[in-house]
């Protein structure tokens, strides 16, 4: 008789650790978070890199850049801001891309990084990032 519980209990078990009910918790789709400190923001960026595009998808700032490099697995890739923006109807922030790659080849590499940007989104309407590197300016709106 045991047997016969034995796989339904394992696929409740799963069933139950599968659900998640907090929905207090939200999970950014995006694959890093863009942070505020004008201390970093007015350092230069320590390797050089070129930004090919840009693009908003939700709360993601997508951002694909090329560098030299052996295959980008190394690099260090942070997006800052630099100042915190208030609520209000519609806000704008600086943005730099702060780009560290200790790798030494000659292969030029393009890779894409997704920063989330859901902090700056809270309150406001819309809002507006001049993106160092990128000459035009992003806009989300809400």
Do not use: H
Request: charged share 20%; proline share 4%; with cysteine.
């Amino acid at each position: 008789m045991i047997k016969n519980f034995k796989c339904p209990l394992i696929l409740l078990a799963f069933i139950l650790l599968a659900c998640n009910t907090d929905d207090g918790d939200l999970v950014s789709p995006c694959e890093f978070t863009a942070f505020i400190d004008l201390d970093v923001y007015n350092e230069p960026s320590q390797s050089e890199f070129t930004i090919e595009s840009t693009q908003i998808n939700d709360s993601c700032l997508d951002i694909t850049f090329s560098a030299s490099g052996c295959d980008g697995e190394s690099w260090v890739v942070q997006l800052v801001s630099d100042i915190p923006l208030q609520a209000g109807d519609f806000g704008g922030a600086n943005l730099s891309l702060k780009f560290t790659n200790p790798e030494v080849c000659e292969a030029y590499i393009t890779k894409t990084y997704s920063f989330s940007v859901l902090d700056y989104l809270n309150g406001l309407e819309g809002i507006y990032f001049n993106l160092q590197g990128w000459e035009e300016p992003l806009t989300f709106i809400n």
